[in-house]
């Protein structure tokens, strides 16, 4: 419990700090996920429309989707120029404060980005989707974005693990890799004869709030993130921030 009460007392600390710098943050992250959303609602509109099984809809949501779990701030911008993170973590593990507190600020930091993001950028997707709308009743859409906000959490301990343990360069480089291989098993799967998101779609609406593949998304998004972030804590007793 004192961890959670540290780590909630920090992330308060960021908030009551420059007030113009969380405001642009905020503004930022808006045009952002408004950008990711609207670009991904008219192509993937379309391969609802045609039942296309084309891989480019499982390619931008592979992609897309974990990125909701960040704040779009000039250090998550800056971090390949300026190594912003390693910056930070520095000063965090200055503090008198245990790394685990650190760690949990991270992962409520990433929760509560993709409850707001992930509000925005589904909210966009269905209100710009004609589609969408014909073919999904609201709660089966509700189950629909929860599905993918959990393989969002799945890919999001990998990008906590690396935000720690690398320097900026090597996030970038790391970060590319992670885009690659979405594109690979998009690829692969398209190959096998399956789409991703025709089938989150199609299992949704079938199941609606009790769809499986909702609870079984959120189930491993949340091993995932518990697991990095142990793996990460234990990385970071010998890793040299100078």
Do not use: C
């Amino acid at each position: 419990m004192r961890t959670i009460r540290d780590s909630w007392f920090i992330i308060r600390s960021d908030f009551r700090g420059d007030k113009l710098k969380v405001l642009g943050t905020f503004v930022t992250t808006i045009i952002f996920v408004g950008y990711l959303a609207g670009m991904t609602s008219l192509v993937t509109n379309d391969v609802l429309a045609d039942q296309d099984r084309t891989m480019i809809a499982d390619f931008l949501f592979l992609s897309f989707i974990p990125l909701l779990g960040f704040s779009f701030s000039r250090r998550s911008m800056k971090y390949w120029s300026e190594d912003s993170y390693t910056r930070m973590l520095a000063y965090l593990r200055s503090l008198p404060i245990p790394i685990t507190v650190v760690l949990t600020r991270r992962k409520f930091q990433a929760i509560g980005s993709f409850a707001l993001n992930g509000t925005l950028f589904f909210g966009i997707v269905y209100l710009l989707g004609e589609n969408f709308r014909k073919e999904l009743a609201l709660p089966s859409f509700i189950a629909f974005a929860i599905t993918w906000i959990g393989v969002g959490l799945i890919v999001s301990g990998l990008y906590i693990f690396i935000e720690y343990l690398f320097s900026g360069k090597a996030y970038l480089a790391l970060t590319v890799l992670i885009v690659v291989v979405s594109w690979g098993i998009s690829f692969l799967v398209l190959l096998g004869g399956g789409n991703l998101f025709l089938y989150s779609i199609s299992i949704s609406k079938e199941w609606g709030l009790l769809s499986p593949i909702m609870w079984g998304s959120l189930l491993l998004g949340t091993i995932s993130v518990q697991l990095f972030s142990k793996w990460t804590i234990h990385r970071l007793k010998s890793r040299n921030l100078v």
